[in-house]
T-cell receptor, first 109, second 111 residues
Framework: GIQVEQSPPDLILQEGANSTLRCNFS?????LQWFHQNPWGQLINLFY???GTKQNGRLSATTVATERYSLLYISSSQTTDSGVYFC???????????FGTGTRLQVTL | NAGVMQNPRHLVRRRGQEARLRCSPM?????VYWYRQLPEEGLKFMVY????????ESGMPKERFSAEFPKEGPSILRIQQVVRGDSAAYFC?????????FGPGTRLTVL
């Protein structure tokens, strides 16, 4: 099956700093989503982005499908951005999402 | 438009008991997915259902686990004779066909 790897695995930032999270995948995808799992365990949809670039406030994402990677940018980070960020892809005829290993982000004051 | 709803949010069972987890998809969504998240791991796909049909159950253990999405009512994930290894967070997602939206999860603890 498709492999999804995320980097870095852990990231500590001071409030106000910017960061880039990366998601590499091993095959062509039909769907790619970014999620934030907050410290209470809730999964929050950030982007549906199988290709191209999208922006939502301080967050933006870019997927380069031909090169099999996606990037999530967080600008002016806040403590509420802490949690785990997952990339998940849907490949081939399967409708299921395969999740990456996640990036654990901690934003400190 | 209410989001995906799951209940209960927390469930405690003793070994050998049955666990029933419920998921109500977002209004207008006909696709339901169940995922399991073990502690400190990512989510793993279990089963994909549409109304009254199981489309893909390739991620579901062959024994003790079953899922349904009846014509009326919520989707149910049923775990019979639970064991300690079943302790996990179980997430349901629904979709109109592309983006999957996740519920808050049910945290199952098996004593």
């Amino acid at each position: 099956g498709i492999q999804v790897e995320q980097s870095p695995p852990d990231l500590i930032l001071q409030e106000g700093a910017n960061s880039t999270l990366r998601c590499n995948f091993s095959d062509s995808v039909n769907n790619l989503q970014w999620f934030h799992q907050n410290p209470w365990g809730q999964l929050i949809n950030l982007f549906y982005i199988p290709s191209g670039t999208k922006q939502n406030g301080r967050l933006s994402a870019t997927t380069v499908a031909t090169e099999r990677y996606s990037l999530l940018y967080i600008s002016s980070s806040q403590t509420t951005d802490s949690g785990v960020y997952f990339c998940a892809v849907e490949a081939g005829t399967a409708s299921k999402l395969t999740f990456g290993t996640g990036t654990r982000l901690q934003v400190t004051l | 438009n209410a989001g995906v709803m799951q209940n209960p949010r927390h469930l405690v069972r003793r070994r050998g008991q049955e666990a029933r987890l419920r998921c109500s998809p977002m209004k207008g969504h006909s696709h339901v997915y169940w995922y399991r998240q073990l502690p400190e791991e990512g989510l793993k796909f279990m089963v994909y259902l549409q109304k009254e049909n199981i489309i893909d159950e390739s991620g579901m253990p062959k024994e003790r686990f079953s899922a349904e999405f009846p014509k009326e009512g919520p989707s149910i994930l049923r775990i019979q004779q639970v064991v300690r290894g079943d302790s996990a967070a179980y997430f349901c997602a629904s979709s109109p066909g592309d983006t999957q939206y996740f519920g808050p999860g049910t945290r199952l603890t098996v004593l």
